[in-house]
């Protein structure tokens, strides 16, 4: 499923040994029922707004390279 960062919710670091960057908004790729990979947004933890337009490019773009990548 996708996640999309919510205010007040706790930031999820994009990397363990970093605060530098937060993820903001992630989509699976999927292909043939197997998951293959990630579409990410990140931004730094202090400016996280994914709104609706971020959600649905993720989606489009995870789901655009599952169907190339099952071909």
Do not use: N, W
Not at 35 to 55: I, N, S, T
Request: glycine share 8%; proline share 6%; net charge negative.
């Amino acid at each position: 499923q996708v996640y999309q960062y919510k205010p007040g919710e706790e930031e999820i670091p994009l990397c363990a040994d970093s605060d530098k960057y937060a993820l903001s908004t992630a989509a699976p790729i999927l292909s043939e029922g197997d998951v293959l990979g990630c579409v990410l947004f990140a931004a730094a933890p202090d400016k996280l707004a994914g709104g609706e337009v971020e959600y649905k490019l993720v989606q489009s773009i995870a789901a655009f390279l599952g169907r190339h990548m099952e071909s």
